[in-house]
């Protein structure tokens, strides 16, 4: 299933975007609660028809000692529009700049949107060995881009729980 479910932290705040399937999990361990249901994703089991949810919350708070967004497979390809980073392309793996077997750290300044190919390519080389320039250079972002939490954020009502996020465009 496709889509992403917001969860938001016990403090009603934006926490992260998570798959219909892993906020189906923790509501089933009992870490979070249903807020919205999606008006028209559903999730069929063998035996019946539910209503995905589309906004869930946790039941404790999550606490960020560094804050940030996590360093996540997920939130790199997030904060590259799901694009290479080398062609320009829709990719949809993470390419590390330096290879982490040449000395590379996994950071937002040295991971990259990569598609299948390019990541291929590029192998264990840098982008210098490998002649493949970054279309631009990766930084830590500062906040989730929203611009894709709003593409799904006017389908399935999240904004209400979004507004005060907004001014961090
Ligand atoms: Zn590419």
Not at 145 to 163: H, M, N, Q, R, T
Request: net charge positive; hydrophobic share 35%; glycine share 6%.
């Amino acid at each position: 299933m496709s889509g992403y479910v917001l969860v938001l932290n016990a403090s009603y705040e934006f926490l992260n975007l998570s798959t219909v399937k892993r906020a189906i999990k923790l509501i089933f361990k009992g870490k979070a609660e249903v807020l919205e249901l999606h008006p028209t994703k559903e999730i069929v089991s063998a035996s019946r028809k539910v209503k995905a949810p589309s906004i869930i919350r946790m039941l404790y708070q999550i606490v960020r000692p560094f804050g940030g967004i996590p360093l996540t497979r997920k939130n790199i390809i997030l904060r590259d529009r799901h694009q290479c980073q080398y062609c320009g392309k829709t990719g949809d793996t993470v390419d590390h700049i330096i290879p982490r077997s040449r000395g590379g750290k996994d950071s937002w300044e040295n991971c990259v949107c990569a598609c299948v190919r390019c990541n291929t390519r590029k192998n264990n080389r840098t982008p210098g060995e490998a002649k493949m320039a970054l279309l631009r250079p990766p930084k830590k972002p500062r906040h989730i881009p929203w611009f894709i939490v709003k593409k799904d954020a006017d389908a399935v009502g999240w904004d209400k729980y979004l507004y005060w996020n907004t001014d961090l465009d």
